[in-house]
């Protein structure tokens, strides 16, 4: 009787313990799976801002352009060649295009610049726009031992001599929001041939997005004015003011949720010709942090009269 009872009672322990063994590589599995996503997700924005601060910290005076409304330029190409960056690859491990990544600065002014980043990693691509002053070596202020000026290149400092000022996204005291600055249309880049025929080609285009600046005039301009400070002040000052309305509209939303007002991204349109620059498009974009993911929950263009084109609205959903 006894003895009965004792085998009655007898644990296996091999099954429990292939059992136990079964589920750690299922939870392992799981958890290397959403590691894989999350990594794969932020690659790309890994890359991009390595980019950044290489391109920031390449553009020293230096290497800056020495005339008003020239330009400079650096490929991904280059920056391996010197090797100030390594090989940068996309979430499917290709890499990422040579030649059409890049960073280049444009002199608006004796002080002023701005500092364009792209990268294009196929399906993936992300660009980057950034004004920022560099003071003369005149200058009593900011200066080393050298009398050389010396280059933050921190974009959250706000709008002082030799500091980065990112235009996107930190709104300026000066800044006019009723007032739009006009755009002088007789500068070479939008002159016509003699034969009456737009130099840069027309201003038709593809993109079915709204604009949030058109170039006047019935011509493109050159594709090298993208920088121009004509055009990149105006749409400057418009993506701050909406910027500033977003952020003000998102604090006012009762949740519990994790959101973030992403800064605005304004990007240059050219023509079907590809020839000429046509205008430029903005998008503003909210997401909410989750768990092991963000989520896109507004995303709208801005047009130029100030409305919006709606991409995505979950915000109800908040």
């Known amino acids: ?7 009655g009672l007898k644990i296996d322990f091999k099954k429990i313990l292939i059992k136990f063994l079964i589920l750690l590589i299922v939870v392992f599995i799981v958890i290397w799976i ?4 999350t990594n794969n997700k932020n690659k790309i924005t890994k890359n991009f801002e390595t980019m950044k601060e290489v391109a920031t910290k390449y ?15 650096i490929t991904l190409k280059d920056m391996q060649d010197a090797k100030l960056i390594g090989k940068l690859k996309d979430e499917n491990n290709k890499p990422c295009s040579l ?21 294009d990693c196929g399906k993936t691509q992300k660009s980057y726009v950034n004004t920022f002053k560099v003071l003369a070596k005149n200058s009593e202020n900011n200066q080393d031992e050298n009398n050389n000026v010396i280059g933050d290149t921190n974009e959250n400092n706000q709008g002082t001599n ?9 709104p300026n005291n000066n800044n006019n929001n009723e007032s739009t600055p006009v755009v002088n249309q007789n500068s070479s880049s939008n002159t016509q041939s003699t034969n009456n025929q737009c130099l840069y080609g027309s ?16 011509c493109a301009v050159s594709k090298d004015d993208y920088l121009n400070s004509n055009y990149v002040n105006i749409v400057n000052d418009l993506t701050v003011a909406e910027y500033k309305k977003l952020v003000n509209e998102m604090a006012n939303i009762k949740t519990a949720a994790k959101i973030e007002v992403l800064p605005p991204q304004f990007n240059p349109v050219y023509n079907v010709e590809n020839t000429g620059l046509v205008g430029y498009q903005a998008v503003f974009k909210v997401i909410e942090h989750k768990t092991y993911y963000d989520s ?14 709606i991409i995505i609205d979950n915000l109800f959903s908040l």
């Not at 201003?203 to 019935?218: A, R, V, W």
């Open 1 to 7: 009787m006894y003895e009965e009872k004792q085998k």
């Open 59 to 73: 553009f020293t005076e230096e290497n800056l352009p020495k005339e008003i409304n020239t330009s400079k330029k």
């Open 99 to 119: 030649e059409n990544s890049y960073a280049s600065v444009l002199k608006l002014d004796e002080e002023n610049y701005t500092l364009q980043v792209n990268l």
């Open 34 to 37: 959403i590691s894989l996503f």
């Open 162 to 170: 030799n500091q980065l000022v990112d235009s996107t996204t930190k």
């Open 296 to 309: 896109t929950v507004y995303e709208y263009y801005l047009k130029e009269d100030g409305s919006r084109k």
């Open 203 to 218: 201003l038709n285009h593809s993109s079915m997005f709204p604009f949030i600046y058109t170039i006047k005039g019935n």
